[in-house]
């Protein structure tokens, strides 16, 4: 499917963004058929990235199905271009401090007044204000600050790090929904608005449950390893040739699972004969379960206790997660074809739209700095003596 007949191929979005969170927002956008003009300083002012290089998998995998154009909005001319632009755009998506926006040229009053329906989109560590909103933020910082690390791990191994970047995925993703709630708003009204959202603000949502656990009743939760806080039995076992993870705990699903492990005799103990006493009596049940679990191949519980309705799954690597059987039906992986690295297998986006079926390759890969340049600058209106002056100045690049 071409991009333009995608659903949102009728916006333009401008993405000034650096890091993760905010090209995850964009990323979102650019899957689904906008147009997005990444405006990247020109290279000599270009201090790098966290990502890594233009051509690495990450920045890949962030920045496909964009464009890239060197601009320099330190000078006049370059804050005109950008106007220019946002007259011609529908979103502008940002990740600066306030001074700097304000410097730029690119708050939201400022770019209001360019265009009236601009939606401006945010996101930043701690919040647009406040008492840390000049803090920089990253994730592991977030991570720990937003009680997550707190709640992973177990008592033995004290707080410890989700493995993925999630405060940076989690508020690219809020970030990204707000975009398009702003975009519905304004098809309806006509008017733009200012849509932010920060690392904090998305993991302290991200919490959910666990966090309402404080909220309502002043619980403070703490980490339980591979073990379901509050739900039991639910967590990882080992069995005779590695581990695999159970959830059975409504009543039917501990008394089927009793019966499969061979143990039936567990589910009628007064210890474990309702959730309330499973909860409380976890360690003990827990220990007879891995008991039994450790007489049956990963395989065979996995065969013998899905069928009879208890989930219950293996403990894959990266590598076994995306070959999987079932990952592979779903074709999470496509590729992108790239002027350099040639195909190159991506992660597509995880919605499904019964209208827009997935594509079997990304319409482009990553760009390389600038890469669109005079591309874009001649669809903005430039021709091509102006283009050239600009070049030559250092304004574009």
Avoid at 288 to 315: D, H, M, Q, V, Y
Wanted: with cysteine.
């Amino acid at each position: 499917m071409d991009s333009k007949d995608k659903p949102l191929s009728q916006f333009t979005v401008l993405d000034l963004t650096v890091a993760r969170a905010g090209p995850v927002a964009v990323r979102l956008l650019a899957d689904w058929g906008a147009k997005v003009i990444r405006i990247e300083p020109p290279v000599r002012r270009d201090r790098g990235s966290i990502i890594g290089k233009n051509r690495g998998s990450d920045s890949q995998n962030l920045h496909r199905n964009k464009r890239s154009i060197c601009l320099d909005l330190k000078s006049l001319e370059g804050r005109e271009i950008l106007y220019t632009f946002v007259k011609q755009a529908d979103v502008v998506v940002e990740n600066f401090r306030a001074e700097v926006k304000e410097r730029l040229g690119i708050s939201y009053e400022q770019l209001k007044q360019v265009n009236d329906k601009i939606i401006l989109a945010s996101i930043s560590g701690f919040g647009q204000d406040g008492p840390y909103k000049d803090r920089p933020g990253l994730d592991q910082i977030l991570q720990g600050m937003s009680g997550l690390m707190s709640v992973t791990g177990n008592l033995e191994s004290g707080p410890t790090r989700t493995g993925i970047a999630i405060s940076d995925t989690t508020s690219g993703m809020f970030l990204g929904q707000g975009i398009l709630l702003a975009l519905l708003h304004r098809e309806i009204t006509g008017q733009g608005q200012w849509v932010h959202t920060s690392l904090l603000e998305g993991m302290l949502s991200k919490l959910d449950f666990q966090g309402s656990r404080y909220t309502v009743n002043k619980e403070i939760p703490v980490p339980t390893g591979n073990f379901h806080p509050t739900l039991s039995p639910m967590g990882t076992f080992h069995t005779r040739d590695g581990l695999v993870n159970i959830a059975a705990s409504t009543d039917r699903m501990f008394v089927t699972l009793c019966e499969k492990l061979g143990c039936p005799e567990s589910s009628k103990d007064d210890r474990f004969t309702s959730p309330e006493k499973r909860r409380k009596n976890r360690q003990a049940l827990d220990a007879i379960i891995e008991k039994n679990t450790k007489r049956f191949s990963s395989t065979e519980l996995i065969e013998s206790l899905n069928p009879a309705g208890i989930p219950c799954g293996p403990i894959y690597n990266i590598g076994q997660a995306f070959e999987d059987p079932q990952a592979k039906y779903l074709k999470m992986v496509i590729p992108a074809s790239h002027p350099v690295l040639g195909n190159i297998d991506l992660v597509r986006s995880p919605i499904n739209l019964s209208a827009f079926p997935h594509d079997d390759h990304f319409h482009h890969a990553g760009p390389d700095n600038g890469e669109h340049t005079t591309e874009i600058m001649s669809e903005m209106g430039y021709d091509a003596k102006e283009i050239v002056a600009l070049k030559n100045n250092g304004v574009i690049q």
